[in-house]
């Protein structure tokens, strides 16, 4: 089992990559710190990466996980505004996207089944903060495409879900949760704390190994019911 990885060198996708590899998958990272770097504000870093991995992989990826993202803030009045919406969309969405194309065609072409991981966000249901336009825009836009994926292949054997975490102990976290008064945002988790990266990485690591194939199509969260629906 062959899994390529977005965004494994720290937080949540360290932790997928741990849980991954403990059991026994052969994982391929995205990162500069954990694989083959690639830069995804440029175009032509998605298709640079699948390459590189597929022949890492010696021609056969089973698994892809999108996990790389950016949380930046955008406030109204800033004067690159469109210009920092575009660049969120990039990294978290189109980027993603394209990896996706890329597996799927990689599959149809093998005539095997493979499975698709994406990990979005709650804000993707229940919005974000002011600052945080892009962001929330381009979460739901991941959850949308999941769906439009399983639903258009589950046929060929081709999954996809995705994982929707509340806040989690990252460092893009840890910024959010310091500028926008901790305290109130913790009141607002009925579990009372923000997730560990590894419960993160233990749903990722179900669907992408273990989950059956009727769940195709699933959105798992995991907020401390900050969120429910």
């Known amino acids: 089992m062959t899994i390529l990885l977005t965004g494994s060198s720290r937080g949540i996708g360290a ?7 403990d059991a026994g998958a052969s994982v391929i990272g995205h990162g500069t710190a954990s694989g083959i770097p690639a830069d995804f504000a440029d175009p032509a870093g998605p298709t640079a990466l699948w390459n590189a991995a597929l022949e890492q992989a010696g021609g056969a990826i089973d698994v892809l996980i999108n996990n ?3 949380f ?3 406030p109204l009045g800033d004067d690159d505004w469109t210009a920092q919406w575009e660049r969120t969309m990039r990294i978290n969405l189109t980027a993603s996207a394209e ?3 890329l597996a799927v065609l990689h599959w149809q072409a093998r005539g095997v089944g493979g499975r698709i991981v994406n990990i979005a966000s709650r804000a993707a249901y229940r919005g974000d903060s ?7 825009a381009s979460k739901a836009g991941m959850v949308a495409m999941t769906k439009t994926i399983a639903r258009g292949y589950a046929r060929e054997g081709i999954l996809a ?11 893009m976290a840890e910024d959010y949760l310091s500028s926008r008064g901790g305290d109130a945002l913790l009141a607002d988790i009925p ?13 990722a690591k179900f669907l992408a190994l273990e989950a059956p194939a009727s769940m195709t199509g699933s959105v798992i969260d995991v907020n401390g019911a900050s969120y429910v629906r």
Not at 15 to 21: F, G, K, P, S
Not at 130 to 136: D, E, L, V
Not at 191 to 203: K, Q, S
């Open 68 to 70: 790389a993202g950016v």
């Open 99 to 101: 990896l996706c194309r």
């Open 161 to 171: 879900f995705a994982v929707c975490p509340g806040f989690t102990m990252t460092g």
């Open 72 to 74: 930046e803030a955008a």
């Open 130 to 136: 002011p600052a945080h336009w892009h962001y929330a």
């Open 191 to 203: 579990l009372g704390r923000v997730a560990a990266p590894d419960e993160i990485a233990a749903a």
């Open 15 to 21: 932790a997928i990559r741990a849980a991954l590899t």
